[in-house]
């Protein structure tokens, strides 16, 4: 299939999937989502196929939800937005290949949320990680609330969800969110270098091992993505999300009412 938003290159058993919105930071337009779960479901059907590499082209790994195409969504329609995208979700989570993210640059909003999707999280020196949703009044999506908590533990999960302040890639290796921190020039390099190392284990037990964790440790996740789906759906409707997607735009600070 030929892709408008991926970048798709195979290196022996390893796949390499490359975001590919430069203009927009690698933000998760519904196009590129779509084209995200093809991808992945064409490597999961690929025997030559053993572990993916996620990554983004440019300077960003990914900027997150398209605050373009949400600016003027009405009741319902951010529900339903997200509501698609949860095969997507599904897919990385449940595919028996090991998904590597090599985060490059900026990882914000659902950007964050789907590096915590993958397997392993490799970052550059230049990356970092952003719970942004707050600023815009909007609650974290993409199972941030499941995984971040899952990871690094309530309390410092609540701290960047109710904080949106970014944190350096040094920074999420100290609290287990990131596996290594790598030089920029490198961190591709050794993303490939290790998905080789698991590529030639054994796929069925690798395969067993990834769906047994994410099957003990996922079982509620169905049931967030939809409280998720109708949170972020309310929120949207708010007048402090209003302010908050102006002001960025803006590029000046929100004034947020509570209403």
């Known amino acids: 299939m030929d892709f408008s938003y991926l970048l798709i290159e195979k290196i022996g058993n390893v796949e390499i999937i490359r975001m590919n919105e430069p203009n927009k930071r690698n933000a998760l337009v519904m196009d590129m989502r779509a084209e995200l779960l093809q991808a992945f479901s064409e490597a999961e059907q690929d025997d030559q196929v053993k572990v993916v590499i996620l990554t983004g082209e440019g300077k960003a790994f990914s900027a997150g939800g398209d605050l373009s195409s949400i600016r003027h969504s ?98 999420a290796y100290k609290i287990g ?28 037990s690798v395969g067993m091992m990834k769906k047994i964790v994410n099957q003990h440790l996922n079982r509620n996740l169905k049931v967030l993505l939809e409280l998720e789906a109708q949170g972020q759906d309310i929120c949207s409707q708010t007048e402090d999300f209003k302010e908050g997607v102006n002001a960025f735009f803006e590029r000046r600070e929100p004034t947020f009412q509570g209403k």
Do not use: W, Y
């Open 177 to 204: 969110i990131v596996n290594q921190v790598l030089p920029s020039e490198t961190l591709l390099i050794k993303a490939i270098e290790i998905a080789g190392k698991m590529a030639k284990k054994p796929a069925v």
């Open 74 to 171: 009405k009741h319902l329609e951010t529900r339903k937005r997200l509501q698609s995208s949860q095969q997507l979700i599904m897919k990385i989570l449940e595919m028996e290949k090991p998904v590597i993210a090599a985060v490059n640059g900026a990882a914000a909003g659902a950007g964050f949320s789907l590096a915590l999707l993958c397997d392993l999280i490799l970052a550059s020196e230049q990356a970092f990680f952003v719970q942004s949703f707050v600023n815009i009044g909007l609650i974290p999506d993409f199972a941030a609330m499941h995984f971040l908590p899952l990871i690094i533990g309530p309390q410092k999960a609540k701290e960047l969800m109710f904080m949106g302040e970014r944190i350096s890639a040094e920074e």
